[in-house]
């Protein structure tokens, strides 16, 4: 059986900003050899244009670029989907799309809207402040457990170029980390 191949984003986040950049690839395990191939692309279960691997350079994305992604090599079978999320909104706590699983590393950002200073960066995690930072605007887990599933929230201090106002903005998103399947090999002797 095919191998199903699988939608990408560059940056690597499931959510962004209305007028944030993002690339769409089909990434599909090779072959040998490496044989050119024809691709297509849906989204919300309808094709939409596109036949290379890297489809969507979606610049100034707009809140109607949300939704499920797949993509299928001709003959090959379709990717799982992958919802993109565009929000129109000063502050957003980004996450990558996929499933999070126990062991993996684990990076959130806080993102701001373009053409606005923020500052005072801060991480909770249930309530709890894990993080706070003047400008890393990064929160890193290397090595994320189960009991790390949670409500996190983000906070900033945002205020226009042209105005001496600044305001708190946050935003949260629940992470549930998910057990690896163990494989256990019996050995004869």
Request: one cysteine or more; a negative charge; glycine letters at 4%.
């Amino acid at each position: 059986g095919a191998i199903k191949p699988v939608v990408t984003f560059t940056p690597n986040w499931g959510n962004i900003l209305h007028y944030d950049d993002v690339t769409l690839t089909c990434d599909v395990p090779s072959t040998v050899p490496e044989e050119p191939r024809t691709y297509h692309w849906y989204k919300d279960k309808r094709q939409i244009p596109g036949d290379q691997q890297r489809l969507h350079n979606i610049r100034s994305s707009v809140v109607e670029d949300s939704g499920d992604y797949q993509c299928q090599t001709i003959g090959g079978d379709i990717s799982d989907p992958v919802f993109l999320n565009v929000t129109y909104n000063y502050l957003i706590l980004q996450r990558p799309p996929s499933v999070i699983y126990e062991g993996d590393p684990l990076t959130l950002r806080c993102h701001h809207t373009r053409d606005f200073i923020a500052i005072n960066t801060k991480f909770y995690k249930d309530d709890q402040e894990i993080q706070s930072s003047e400008s890393d605007s990064t929160f890193h887990i290397p090595n994320i457990t189960i009991n790390q599933s949670g409500l996190y929230k983000c906070t900033k201090q945002i205020q226009r170029y042209d105005s001496p106002n600044a305001h708190e903005h946050s935003d949260v998103s629940f992470i549930s980390v998910k057990g690896k399947l163990k494989s256990y090999i019996k050995l004869y002797p």
